[in-house]
């Protein structure tokens, strides 16, 4: 079990990452740096969130219907 909670924390971690990425691309001028101002901020809090989703009943609680 613990495995697959690993690999569902890093898929979630790098999917997280990807749509951060994304979002600071379509936000930002198209200037690398100003990119990058955006987008380190969301990389950081990617871990978090995926973390809060993965380990703190996250998902369960989106797939219930409260």
Do not use: E, H
Request: net charge negative.
């Amino acid at each position: 079990m613990g495995a697959l909670v690993l690999v569902r924390f890093l898929q979630t971690t790098l999917s997280l990452c990807l749509f951060a990425v994304l979002i600071a691309g379509l936000l930002s001028p198209p200037d690398p740096f100003t990119m990058l101002l955006y987008a380190v901020p969301l990389l950081l809090l990617a871990p978090a969130i995926s973390y809060l989703l993965t380990y703190g009943d996250g998902f369960d609680a989106l797939r219930t219907d409260r």
